[in-house]
């Protein structure tokens, strides 16, 4: 059985609430030990000196495109990029081809990641085809292993499926979760609606389409129970209204993406359709907003919403782009820069953003980092600066609008299933 | 004569005053060798241009070729009735396609906004925006200002308003863009579900009483209704559009004073304006359109003979 000891590394774990340097001992996949000058036979020495051990990270919300879209990006590439920004985990949406709608789609999944360092974990539709008219079979998706329901791309928008998938869902402890779009409001919608989107000429998705929807969910959340989860969050009223409902007691979560919290739409004049995503990129005060819905826990989780399009896809113009950038490879960084260095998060608090948190959402063990529990670890660097290149991304595609940006805080490996992986 | 400071006319946001003083001016003497008898100069000789139209235009695409066949350049056009993606190859794919056949002018009107920025930033022609989705059709507003000089002497301090649906009009950006620049006072006029969000953060002033908006106005421009666009949605009919905003005698003799009436047409005779008012004293509609071919003629001359 393979051995290894990591030495010297900085251990943050929140939830055994270890803050402190000390060599771990791995044995396969267990770990064997904790302590000062770990040298036992027949381990390697990994020494880690100057960084971090983290719990395992977990993007909750991940476009894999297997199967269907293998073009873009498979199970097997997309775990690449996980490890590759220091994630040993992600939750994968169903909007493939087959949609993951019934238990065979997510068995192939399951057997497309198996002996994979990152652990992959469907997330079934809401309704069938995520076409918004009838529910999928909830209980036979559970059964087979998905970890929440969500029609990710587009909205539930029928009040009475809404109705109906809070209630039904509610058996199985798994997040309803909700990508908010009016499309009555979204009407073809190519980025914010703002004074950029005035001079650009772009037609516009307007703030209130996502707020409309969240405002109205926390309504029915609060009336038939349930469990909602909003992702990718982008607006400050969408984090008012997940504020004043977590106040009264719902059971409501919700994610923010890297990019929500680091770029405005001022970045679209030039028209670079690898800043075209959904929701898009909004004003200053909703970056500010979604830094302060992380800080005060409104928004329980980062998550990437890493959507992968070909070159030849997004080479086109503006409008006819598809939505959707990539991000596991930049969440680290970008989660450093924003957000550690500016004091908007302690680093125990962003491995809760990253890692328990998305886990505890989605109903994963926790991880613990502690003698006897299973090795699940990320190991970060967060003083390095590095720039980003996306012809080194482990990625299939290339649609990152960080390219040629400069951040502080890489990821250097992570250790899950027994097996390692480092980059440097 | 000096030369442009810009390699390309992607819109007229930005782009500096001397440079829309040097394309009035060229204009100018562009007018005059249209009235002669022999309406042809050597001027782009050898110069091929394409008029790569992505959307159905009669008028525009007759203008630019006019200017492009009497300023004796080889004129080749390629019209593609729908968008780059239905056709299955893409814009980038189209462009690099004719550009291998050695072009140096490419001519551009395309239904998304942005399209000539797209490619001007990855192809190696000189890129002319012949109207991108909702975002500037600089040579007509170019036009529209000649028009207004010719007639008033100077833009500086005039009172120039927009009338329609500001929200979906490359004419209305384009206009306010370039007017600013000039130092006119602008300002828009309609129903506010079709004005863009923060309308006034571009400097304009807004009105949505159409008879306060003559009052302001030394010179309208009456934008076209597109009669397909969202009746119903964004307005609730052509008539009640016409009772409210129409430009009708009726109106205009309210005021006691003569204003200069643009339009960029086609027009729709009884809907934003009254047969009388097109046809009548104040009217600048034709000139528009000679204008238009001049104008042409000196961004050709003036991008085509920029040296590199």
């Known amino acids: 059985m393979a051995s290894f000891v990591f030495k010297n590394a900085h251990i943050v774990d929140p939830v055994s609430g270890l803050d402190t340097v000390k060599d771990i001992h791995v044995t396969g996949d267990v770990i064997a030990g904790i302590g000062d000058n770990l040298s036992p036979a027949g381990a390697e020495e990994i020494d880690l000196r100057g960084a971090h051990i983290v719990p395992g990270l977990c993007d909750m919300h991940v476009h894999f495109r297997e199967p269907g879209f293998e073009h873009k990006e498979d199970i097997r590439s997309g775990a690449a990029a996980a490890a590759a920004g220091g994630f040993t985990a992600a939750a994968c949406m169903p909007n493939t081809d087959p949609v993951i709608d019934n238990a065979a789609v997510i068995a192939f999944i399951f057997d497309r990641a198996k002996g994979l360092p990152v652990d992959v974990y469907p997330i079934a539709a809401i309704t069938k085809g995520r076409k918004g008219e009838a529910i999928a079979p909830m209980a036979e998706l559970r059964e087979a292993g998905a970890v929440g329901f969500s029609d990710d791309g587009s909205p539930v928008h029928n009040t009475k499926i809404l109705r109906t998938a809070l209630e039904y869902g509610s058996m199985f402890d798994v997040p309803i979760i909700q990508h908010a779009e009016d499309p009555y409001l979204f009407s073809g919608g190519a980025m914010n609606e703002s004074i950029v989107s005035t001079e650009l000429g772009l037609p516009a998705i307007s703030r209130l389409s996502e707020d409309a929807i969240v405002t109205r969910d926390l309504m029915f959340t609060e009336y038939v129970g349930g469990r909602y989860h909003l992702a990718h969050m982008s607006t400050v009223g969408a984090a008012q209204a997940v504020r004043s409902a977590k106040s009264r007691g719902l059971r409501v979560t919700s994610e923010v993406a890297p990019h929500h919290f680091s770029l405005t739409d001022e970045e679209v004049r030039g028209y670079d359709s690898n800043v075209k995503m959904n929701p898009p990129l909004r004003r200053r005060d909703d970056v500010i907003a979604m830094k302060e819905a992380l800080k005060d826990g409104t928004a329980d989780a980062i998550a990437t919403d890493h959507a992968p399009h070909a070159g030849f896809e997004k080479e086109v113009e503006f409008v006819y782009a598809p939505f959707g950038i990539i991000g596991l490879e930049t969440a680290v960084g970008l989660s450093v820069t924003e957000l550690l260095l500016e004091n908007w998060l302690t680093l125990p608090q962003l491995v809760e953003k990253l890692s328990t948190n998305p886990r505890r959402i989605l109903g994963l063990p926790e991880i613990r980092i502690a003698e006897g529990s299973k090795a699940n670890f990320s190991f970060l660097d967060i003083t390095a600066q590095w720039t980003v290149d996306v012809q080194r991304f482990q990625s299939k595609s290339r649609n990152s609008p960080y390219h040629g940006r400069t951040l502080t805080g890489r990821p250097l490996g992570i250790f899950n299933n027994g097996q390692l992986v480092l980059h440097r | ?308």
């Open chain 2, 1 to 308: 004569m000096s030369s442009l400071s810009i390699p390309h006319l992607l819109g007229l946001q930005n782009v500096p005053k001397e440079d829309i003083n040097l394309i009035l001016d060229s204009t100018d003497s562009f007018l005059e060798i249209l009235e002669r008898p022999i309406k042809k100069v050597p001027t782009l000789q050898g110069k091929t241009v394409v008029n790569l139209f992505f959307e159905n235009s009669t008028r525009t695409r007759i203008s630019f070729e006019l200017a492009e066949r009497r300023l004796s350049a080889d004129v080749v056009n390629f019209a593609a009735s729908s968008s780059s993606v239905k056709k299955g190859e893409t814009l980038l794919d189209t462009a690099r396609n004719i550009e291998a056949m050695k072009v140096d002018i490419v001519v551009m009107r395309h239904s998304a906004a942005g399209a000539g920025h797209f490619l001007s930033e990855r192809c190696t022609s000189r890129f002319i925006n012949a109207g991108d989705g909702a975002h500037e059709h600089p040579t007509q507003a170019l036009l529209d200002m000649c028009t207004i000089r010719q007639k008033h002497g100077t833009l500086e301090g005039l009172n120039v308003c927009i009338i329609g649906d500001i929200a979906h009009s490359r004419v209305a950006r384009s206009n306010i863009y370039g007017l600013l620049s000039m130092g006119a006072n602008v300002a828009v006029c309609g129903p506010p579900s079709m004005f863009p969000y923060d309308l006034e953060k571009l400097g304009v002033r807004v009105f949505t009483d159409v008879d306060q908006a003559l009052q302001f106005s030394d010179v309208i421009n009456v934008l076209r209704i597109q009669l397909e666009r969202d009746a119903g949605a964004d307005f609730p009919s052509l008539r009640e559009y016409h009772n409210t905003f129409g430009i009708t005698r009726r109106r205009l003799e309210k005021l006691g004073r003569d204003i200069t009436v643009l339009h960029p047409g086609p027009i729709n005779r009884g809907v934003e304006i009254e047969s009388e008012v097109a046809d009548g004293p104040g009217s600048v509609i034709l000139p528009q359109v000679t204008n238009g071919v001049a104008i042409r003629m000196a961004v050709l001359y003036l991008i085509g003979t920029r040296a590199e």
